[in-house]
């Protein structure tokens, strides 16, 4: 299934009329330049292309009052001095004689896009609209933002689908104030935002923007704010924050869809944010979202005002949702002082409320809700100072690399006597093994997988390695007599050919004899085994008490642990072995199959046993992109598995930064 992409040029014909600081970034040009480097890249043509419409009276008073919705249809008809009255009833929004016509375009564009994603028309979407609409509330407009489209769009899919738990994810540098409003006491809409916040000393200034705003009545737990202390936030900032707060809260709350409140006044160089996370942290964020509901996401423009950034950060957002291989992110060094407190204030907020945060820490010492009253003044210093060096106008940054798209996707190496699966392409051609290589395979390997057909398979899998290295496949899936014996060949196989592989071993292994220090090599291995001794910078044993068929506990080493830890490590190839008996659930296997898409381009190689091919299936469907099923209701993790996890944290934090969650 595809890509939906809404996009009408009649939502560029609406502009500020008169002089007013506040509002004068928000310009038609942000649509236009959007779309027109979509077209430019191709990307646009690789669309369905789905026609706007104006949403509804009806639709509109899901959220609005009609007192509201009375007043803006009189805007059309307004002199120019009636128009700035009207507004001044409003904050830093400004009305225009076509802007109630864009607002009905912008909601309706953001239903046209929920009516695509759940009749199965397309896979996914991006509607690019104006106005906005996340700080506009049920009587009030707001923050450029005219009707809320997410919120109606969240509404109108619990009413017309039946749809039971929306998950609404706000990247957009400013909180979604009107959003928060409409769902707070609601438990089948989970908000989450971050945003500027500087201790309430950022528009909007608002108190509830704050961590503790948890949600009210029954949406208690629901609403889940991460506020940003300081500019400057980077790339691993926000990854942190989606590992260790979104993304287990998420799988949690297991939504039928995700709608996302896509602003990108959060990437560098934009002037409301003054963040330095690259455009191409969206390609991962929207990626990380994506084995949520089915693969079924919505993404609806918000804000974004530095041209360049916007128009890189949509194509970003696009690709990966047209499921090319995503970039590579180099050097995380792991969250900042700020964002760790944030990060530790808002998992300690919640930690009452879903038990994948259940042993999160205490909050920090320094409270930092309480900080805004006294730094104030010393916070207006610091921010007069650094004023000039932080200016975004001198941000540069370099241009997202290119994503191309191997010509095969999924390539096998199979006993010849094994079907291949539907999508796969089979590697039969293989050219014999330097006679060297194969000499050391021999001595190598401990069994007598390197005999005559042995010798054939690894040849084959050489081959395969070479084409995912040359990028001609993106990933590939192997079948083996002994995974033992072929790990240790894998390892001979690529030690020349990249720099680093990361390999995540699911199940028990008798003895790993795969542990290098140089680095070359990282071994996480999650399985029942409680091999702490063994444990080192490179080789990370988690256990889990009841081995891998927990998929709470599995789902909360994946993200606790194996995420942070891959985008740190930023591997080359990624090498994941199913020891046979592993337990691991099929939706589970498919989910970590398309979470570890995210690192290497996509170069994941699945080494299995023979006797486990009943589960070639599942693998071939997420290798080949296919969204994983949604996990089953997840039960609360055995309490030792999250207290051990927390403690391999602290302890690991050392050497890994991106493991930290307490400052
Ligand atoms: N320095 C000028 C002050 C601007 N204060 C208002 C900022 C509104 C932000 C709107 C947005 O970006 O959140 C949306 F997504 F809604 F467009
Ligand atoms: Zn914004």
New binding site residues.
């Given amino acids: 299934m595809g890509t939906a992409l809404l996009y009408d040029e009649e939502m560029t014909k609406y502009k500020l009329l008169w002089v007013d600081?506040?509002c004068k970034?928000?310009v038609p040009e942000r649509l236009t330049v959007s779309y027109e480097a979509l077209v430019r890249s191709g990307l646009s043509d690789r669309c369905i292309s789905v026609p706007a419409r104006e949403a509804s009276d009806s639709e509109i008073l899901l959220v609005h009052s009609e007192a509201y919705l009375e007043a803006v249809k009189k805007t059309p008809y307004m002199t120019l001095e009636d128009l700035k009255e009207f507004t001044l009833q409003f904050g830093?929004v400004y009305f225009h004689p076509n802007i109630y016509h864009c607002a009905k375009l912008a909601s309706g564009s953001a239903l046209q896009l929920v009516d695509s994603v759940m009749t199965g028309k397309v896979r996914n979407g991006i509607a690019l609209v104006r106005p906005?609409?996340?700080?506009s509330m049920h009587g009030a407009a707001n923050?450029?933002?005219v009707f809320n489209n997410v919120a109606i769009a969240a509404r109108y899919a619990k009413q017309k689908y039946g749809v039971k738990r929306v998950l609404i994810v706000d990247w957009?540098?400013?909180h979604g104030q009107g959003v928060q409003y409409c769902f707070e006491d609601d438990p089948s809409v989970l908000y989450f935002s971050w945003h500027r916040y500087e201790h309430q000393n950022f528009?909007p200034n608002l108190r509830e923007s704050d961590y503790d705003s948890v949600g009210k009545e029954s949406g208690t737990g629901f609403n889940v704010n991460v506020p940003w202390n300081k500019v400057g936030m980077e790339n691993s900032d926000y990854l942190s924050v989606f590992c260790h707060v979104l993304l287990p809260v998420a799988y949690e709350f297991c939504p039928d869809l995700v709608l996302v409140c896509a602003?990108f006044?959060s990437a560098i160089g934009d002037?409301?944010g003054e963040m330095c996370a690259t455009p191409d942290i969206f390609a991962h964020l929207t990626h990380l979202l994506m084995n949520l509901a089915g693969g079924k996401l919505c993404a609806v423009l918000?804000?974004g005002y530095n041209l360049t950034s916007l128009a890189q950060s949509v194509c970003q957002t696009v690709q990966t949702l047209l499921g090319d291989p995503l970039p590579q992110l180099a050097n995380l060094r792991g969250p900042c002082k700020s964002a760790i407190e944030s990060l530790q204030c808002a998992r300690s907020a919640h930690r009452r409320y879903w038990s994948f945060l259940k042993h999160a820490a205490d909050p920090p010492m320094t409270d930092i809700s309480t900080k805004h009253i006294k730094s104030t003044m010393e916070e207006e210093e610091k921010r007069e100072m650094a004023e000039e060096e932080r200016c975004t106008e001198g941000k540069v940054w370099p241009e997202p690399p290119e994503r191309l798209c191997p010509p095969v996707c999924s390539g096998s190496v199979l006993p010849d006597d094994v079907a291949c699966p539907d999508g796969l392409k089979r590697l039969s051609s293989s050219k014999d093994l330097e006679p060297l290589l194969v000499s050391k395979l021999k001595n190598r390997s401990r069994t007598a997988a390197v005999d005559g057909d042995g010798v054939t398979t690894f040849s084959r899998l050489y081959t395969l390695i070479e084409k995912l290295v040359a990028n001609e496949i993106r990933n590939g899936l192997v079948l083996v007599p002994d995974v033992t014996a072929a790990m240790c060949v894998v390892q001979d196989l690529t030690s020349d050919l990249v720099k680093r592989v990361l390999v995540v071993c699911v199940g028990k292994e008798k003895e790993l004899d795969y542990v290098t220090t140089d680095g070359k090599v990282l071994v996480v291995q999650i399985s029942s085994e409680d091999n702490e001794e063994q444990r080192s910078k490179y080789y990370i044993p988690v256990c889990l008490k009841k081995g891998c068929s927990d998929t709470s506990g599995f789902i909360q080493a994946v993200f606790g642990l194996l995420l942070p830890l891959g985008y740190e490590y930023n591997p080359d190839l990624v090498l994941l072995v199913r020891m046979p008996g592993s337990g691991v659930v099929d939706s589970m296997w498919q989910q970590l199959i398309g979470l570890l898409q995210g690192f290497a381009k996509g170069h994941t190689l699945v080494l299995m046993q023979v006797n486990e091919k009943a589960s070639m299936g599942s693998t071939a469907s997420a290798l080949l992109g296919h969204p994983a099923p949604p996990l089953q209701e997840l039960q609360t993790p055995f309490p030792e598995d999250g207290d051990a996890l927390e403690r391999l944290r602290e302890r690991l934090q050392a050497d890994w930064k991106m493991l930290q969650t307490t400052s």
């Fill in positions: 600081p506040a970034i928000e830093d906005p609409g996340h700080h923050g450029f933002c957009d540098i400013h528009w602003g006044d002037p409301e918000e804000g």
